[in-house]
């Protein structure tokens, strides 16, 4: 439910905040009183907002829906043209201006945004600096608030600061930036239904990163523009994407691509990070979106780092705002790309005959033995800055695809799924009687499963299908669910199988995969002699496969298995996937 917060609420949060200012009315925060060495306790935060509601009218603070930890999550929007005494989400409107949705503290450890943003929206609500007259600025204050709770000062290894900070893992110790697609947290659910009452057009998630070493301050990892296709993605990537950098390079501030390498020297070249819909960037992307991620150095003075990413966020608002009718435009026309019977790029690879050159700002690194190991070991040396030309590998080209149907059935005993249709405002409708209809159906020939669990799964990958047209029985109750609808990209990144992210790689339809009726041999050796002799093109099948490969000859019962799945008397279920395609 989105609400504002209750009056209660309200008077104990200010007291809280209260406690910790000498008033209500100091709108300093704990980064600003500690100089730059700490970041906001989460009701420090929280406070720190309604504070902020309480005095301009231009702020609103909202509670919606809930969070592992038990707390509501919160929203606040900053909009000075709506000043009505009661705001609630009933009364909000974009007025046919845009939208940019910033997100804080998925990894609490990264606090650099969430007290970045609080410094921009004081600012803004006292017209420090000006208020986008196109763009609605909405912020989630932390979105991980049990990581929030759950302070210490040693797991970010690798991090300067600030002096406490919570924990990547929430409150069930899932990695929040992995759930976009499975939703096993209330986290993501709430994230889901703030991100769908909004339809932000754009929007920015805020991290630290922790690579390598190199002189730049922030990093920037938008979404990748051979994804987004067509007019939008060459928007990103050649207008909205130098205009920051530029604009940036001017203040003082330079950004680089995120770096993505991992021991290794950022010179050797290096590749854009693909955002599937896992993340948020990724998942934000199937709706259009236009995504990025800010990733400040880990390695840098938390200071520094917070007055970074207040810069980045004030120039990219700016370039939005000053965009705000091509991007309104561009993101519309998006919607109408995806039609029944075109082709839709469900994986991707490098394509490593185009790349870009950058002018990177670095130190030099080496590999040098280690005192612990004795192996060797990289080592910057940061007395030795260099801006050397670097090749990096920012276009993707598409492994495979699919054609859009017209339609997917989903069978109404998968209920996880239709669950999170709803959530994801894609409509269906019910069928109403039984049927056979004409479809496509899909198999699982082969796919390979993670060793170690990953984010509460054991996640598949490199799944291939066998498909077929095929009479299917449809159940009263059944979904029908027709792909041209603003969820396009969500039906075919979640319901293709193939797709890295889809539901059946995240383990959501496991039981198929395993057999449920069997044979004991005793009994099926009679009955499987009787079938060869009455299907002799079966029998001439199985002499040859014998005779072709010796292992399945010396194996008893994989001849009689084999004999089984060629059989009647094997179940149909096992390995067929159980939503279909209809049409395209």
Request: proline share 5%.
């Amino acid at each position: 439910m989105k609400k504002k917060l209750s009056f209660l609420s309200l008077l104990l949060s200010v007291f809280c905040f209260g406690q910790q200012n000498s008033s209500s009315q100091n709108l300093n925060t704990t980064f600003e009183s500690s100089n730059g060495l700490k970041t906001g306790t989460y009701e420090e935060v929280i406070a720190y907002y309604i504070a902020l509601a309480n005095k301009f009218p231009s702020v609103t603070v909202y509670e919606i829906g809930q969070t592992d930890s038990g707390f509501p999550l919160h929203l606040v929007v900053i909009d000075p043209q709506n000043k009505t005494q009661e705001k609630t989400s009933e009364t909000f409107s974009k007025d046919d201006r845009n939208l940019l949705l910033i997100n804080n503290g998925i990894h609490p450890g990264e606090p650099d945004g969430i007290d970045a943003m609080m410094l921009l929206f004081r600012d803004f609500a006292e017209n420090k600096i000006p208020v986008p007259k196109h763009t609605i600025i909405a912020t989630i204050p932390i979105y991980n608030i049990g990581g929030a709770l759950n302070r210490n000062s040693t797991s970010r290894t690798n991090q300067n600061g600030p002096e406490e900070y919570g924990f990547r893992g929430n409150s069930r110790n899932y990695d929040l930036n992995r759930d976009f697609i499975k939703s096993d947290t209330k986290n993501t659910r709430a994230f889901t239904e703030i991100f769908h009452w909004l339809n932000p057009d754009l929007f920015i998630d805020n991290h630290v990163s922790n690579g390598a070493d190199y002189q730049y301050v922030l990093t920037h990892l938008f979404t990748q523009h051979n994804k987004l296709d067509g007019e939008l993605g060459n928007y990103l990537h050649t207008s909205l994407m130098p205009q920051l950098e530029d604009s940036l390079h001017q203040k003082k501030w330079d950004i680089t691509p995120y770096v993505n390498v991992f021991n290794e020297v950022p010179e050797k070249g290096f590749e854009q990070f693909l955002d599937s819909p896992r993340y948020s960037t990724g998942y934000t992307t199937l709706f259009n979106t236009l995504g990025m991620m800010v990733e400040t150095h880990m390695l840098k003075p938390y200071k520094q780092r917070v007055e970074g990413t207040y810069e980045l966020m004030k120039t990219f608002i700016n370039i939005a705002d000053a965009d705000a009718s091509k991007i309104k435009t561009l993101r519309k026309n998006s919607f109408e790309k995806y039609k029944v019977g075109s082709y839709y790029p469900i994986s991707w690879e490098v394509d490593s005959s185009k790349s870009s050159t950058l002018q990177f700002k670095g130190f030099e690194g080496k590999m040098v033995p280690s005192h612990i190991t004795g192996a060797e070991r990289l080592k910057y040396f940061r007395e030795k800055p260099f801006t050397k030309d670097v090749v990096y590998y920012n276009y993707f080209k598409a492994t495979d695809s699919v054609t859009i149907p017209s339609a997917y059935i989903v069978p109404k005993g998968y209920w996880n799924v239709v669950e999170l249709l709803k959530l994801n405002n894609i409509e269906f409708v019910k069928i109403k009687s039984d049927s056979t209809i004409s479809a496509e159906v899909y198999r699982i020939k082969s796919f390979e499963t993670v060793k170690n669990p990953f984010e509460g799964h054991y996640l598949h990958f490199k799944t291939e299908i066998i498909k077929s047209e095929e009479n299917v029985s449809v159940k009263k109750g059944d979904l029908l669910v027709k792909t041209q609808q603003p969820g396009v990209r969500y039906l075919l990144e979640t319901l293709e199988p193939a797709a890295p992210d889809s539901f059946f790689n995240w383990n959501f339809f496991d039981a198929i995969l395993q057999q449920k009726e069997g044979f004991s041999p005793y009994v099926w050796e009679d009955i499987a002699e009787k079938f060869l002799n009455e299907n002799p093109a079966i029998k001439t099948e199985f002499e040859t496969k014998k005779h072709n490969e010796p292992e399945f000859a010396k194996n008893w019962y994989s001849q009689l298995d084999w004999i089984h799945k060629q059989s009647p008397y094997y179940e149909k279920s096992h390995l067929r996937y159980p939503i279909v395609r209809v049409g395209g």
